[in-house]
């Protein structure tokens, strides 16, 4: 069969066309069932048959406006005709505007930029300025971490994604995070700081250039830092000349119901990187918010950094139209407004189903954990893998019209950010009664 691109395709052919011609990330080919999607609006998204879905997941928590808003199409449309392409050694105005923008609602005196095309690349790019301007090159990461699949973000990421990516980049020191405390578990704050300093005096802090980490860990779980917690990392890291590297890729732009999940403490990092929720994933766009102290070491030398497409005009125009977008609807607000509407129904969950173990939410930033046990507390799906019993939730979900993300046997709660409650109760509603498939399994 010929196809143009003008024939209207229907939903078994879009999946023949992609099963055979396009490669999948993160897939073992053979195995994927990916939905088909057609058009979306709002929170919600169709197939080319008709069926709606709800998108639970914000795609990968990144449409943080929601779906098809007319506003950034606009920008978009409006910057093409414009100018479509500069290369990065040039100046323009929507770059410009993005910076003066961005510095509006950035913490403390994160006031300079520099724009990537995605978050790993961001990470990137702080991770060699942290280098450059402490003369070390040891880094400091989680355990329990994402960063990217680049070779710097893929080094310094500590979940199993990283594996089939070793041995990576040199210099990388693992220690754990405090999700002991996020899971219920006692873990005096004082504690566990003791414990990362401990291990910077093992590794030599004169040799560690950067602590970096996602201020709420996402798909290892939304760990949610206890207080005191990262004004703790904040003053080791000054104490011992350590840039502190905020990783708010999935965080930022108002899913924990402020700006910044930083903005929960009041601290501010050396670098904050950015993406997803800068352009709502319009458009691919990163960005490393830096202090004073770092932008000002590059007054007289040079960075060694940048590609093709940094600050590509079209990106940052969406990324305008998004901000803007978030403040002028409150979407932040939105976020904060709903945070205990969304902890009363990840409770209710688990107080009506005994498959449901731990429930943690910051804003619309949420996840469970589905458990074979509750004396026990044993995950229905093992660590880096899957069950039967999580397919068939899955399944269930996407048959009554909910598509969310899960990771081993956490399930995540983040729809786009305009979600009214009427609909986040319609959402749970649906979750709800897909949970007989887990409550099932209870020993």
């Known amino acids: 069969m010929t196809v143009t691109s003008t024939d209207r395709l229907t939903t078994d052919e879009i999946l023949r066309l992609n099963r055979e011609y396009t490669f999948f990330s993160w897939s073992a080919q053979a195995k994927i069932n990916p939905i088909v999607i057609d058009r979306a609006e709002g929170i919600h998204f169709w197939d080319p048959d008709g069926k709606r879905y709800i998108d639970f997941n914000s795609q990968l928590m990144s449409v943080n406006i929601g779906h098809g808003d007319k506003r950034v199409a606009d920008a978009i449309a409006e910057q093409a005709h414009k100018l ?87 210099g990388v020191i693992r220690v754990l995070d405090p999700w002991r405390w996020a899971r219920g578990e006692p873990e005096p704050v004082d504690e566990h700081l003791a414990y990362i300093e401990e291990v910077m005096q093992y590794e030599g ?22 207080d005191g917690y990262l004004e703790g990392i904040r003053d080791l890291c000054t104490r011992h000349g350590i840039i502190m590297i905020c990783d708010e890729v999935m965080a930022g732009f108002g899913r924990t119901g402020r700006w910044f999940a930083v903005d929960h403490w009041n601290v501010v990092p050396d670098l904050l990187t950015m993406a997803k929720g800068l352009t709502s994933s319009y458009l691919p766009l990163g960005a490393v918010a830096m202090s004073p102290k770092v932008a000002e070491f590059f007054n007289d030398r040079v960075y060694f950094g940048g590609l093709t497409y940094s600050s590509h005009p ?130």
């Open 314 to 443: 079209i990106s940052c125009a969406a990324a305008i139209a998004a901000v803007n977008v978030l403040r002028d609807d409150d979407l932040v607000g939105n976020a904060g407004r709903l945070d205990p509407i969304m902890k009363e129904l990840l409770h209710g969950l688990q107080e009506r189903h005994p498959s449901v173990g731990t429930v943690r939410s910051i804003g619309l930033f949420g996840v469970f954990e589905l458990i074979r046990s509750r004396v026990t507390m044993e995950p229905i799906a093992p660590f880096n893998g899957s069950s039967p019993e999580m397919a068939a939730l899955d399944a269930k979900l996407r048959e009554d019209g909910l598509y969310t993300m899960f990771h081993w046997n956490q399930v995540f709660t983040n729809p786009p950010l305009c979600i009214t409650e009427a609909q986040l109760r319609e959402g749970f509603a649906i979750i709800d009664r897909a949970l007989e498939a887990t409550d099932a399994a209870i020993a």
């Open 205 to 226: 802090p004169h040799t560690i250039a950067a602590f970096i980490m996602e201020t709420v860990t996402g798909t290892n779980g939304i760990l949610i830092p206890p």
């Open 84 to 170: 479509a392409f500069a290369a990065p050694q040039f100046a323009t105005e929507v770059r410009g505007r993005l910076g003066q923008l961005l510095a509006e609602v950035t913490p403390g005196d994160l006031n300079r930029f520099f724009f990537t095309l995605v978050g790993a690349e961001a990470n990137e790019n702080a991770l060699r300025m942290a280098r450059i301007v402490t003369g070390r090159q040891k880094v400091m990461a989680y355990h329990r971490s994402y960063h990217g699949a680049t070779a710097g973000s893929i080094s310094v990421t500590g979940d199993p994604r990283r594996w089939a990516n070793e041995p990576g980049v040199p």
